[in-house]
């Protein structure tokens, strides 16, 4: 391989820390707010889809999308990783949040983990076998991990936010959990009940979702992680 070709290396510290304020917190281009730039425009296209979310404040939009940015970054990075190096990307981002004074945005990603952990096993029928031993198997699976890390001395919220995405499927060939995310988002945003978007509306923030992956993903192909 040659040289030219190699991929930069960096910590799991460094790493996140860089694409946390450079993509998520604070996305500037010569001094312009791209992501909220960004986010107008998405705000823009779905409510020309449904008008029921012209209610939605461009900052009710920003402070929905923040956690769930987070938790789609770290939904790339088991993909790309596994889950060991995932535990240590969880604690990290915990960490840096608290010491940057926005424990918020950790508790609010907590809506979308748990989303994500519901996608696994959503549509099992408990009657059917198969479906009894799929469910069994991710539940034990997790509690074992949970008991492997948990001696480990790791911290059990932050084991916790990593088993939940076990056996989630790459998003780019997923269309469930993408929907699980939509309708915790649309809690976020205050829509609750059994609210249901438009058809076009479901599908462009969709698009919005699944591009948040995509862009974590590609950032994270073009990257070899160390220690």
Request: aromatic share 12%; charged share 30%.
């Amino acid at each position: 391989m040659s040289l030219f070709s190699r991929k930069p290396e960096f910590g799991v510290e460094d790493f996140s820390r860089d694409f946390y304020e450079r993509f998520i917190l604070n996305p500037a281009v010569e001094g312009s707010d791209v992501g909220a730039m960004y986010l107008d425009k998405v705000r823009e296209s779905i409510v020309e889809a449904d008008k029921s979310f012209s209610r939605v404040a461009p900052a009710v939009l920003a402070a929905a999308t923040t956690p769930l940015r987070f938790e789609l970054l770290a939904l790339a990075w088991i993909h790309k990783f596994g889950d060991k190096s995932a535990i240590q990307q969880s604690v990290f981002t915990k960490g840096y949040l608290q010491e940057i004074e926005r424990e918020d945005i950790w508790q609010d990603s907590e809506t979308y983990n748990q989303a994500v952990a519901r996608s696994v096993t959503a549509g099992k029928d408990p009657s059917r076998a198969s479906d009894r031993f799929s469910v069994g198997f991710v539940t034990n699976m997790r509690v074992e991990l949970f008991k492997e890390y948990h001696e480990a001395g790791y911290d059990d919220e932050c084991v916790a936010r990593v088993l939940n995405r076990l056996m989630v499927g790459d998003l780019r060939n997923n269309v469930r959990t993408p929907v699980y995310l939509m309708f915790a988002l649309f809690n976020k945003l205050g829509f609750e009940g059994d609210f249901s978007p438009s058809d076009e509306a479901g599908s462009r923030l969709n698009a919005v979702i699944l591009g948040f992956y995509k862009g974590a993903r590609q950032r994270l192909d073009g990257v070899r992680i160390g220690r």
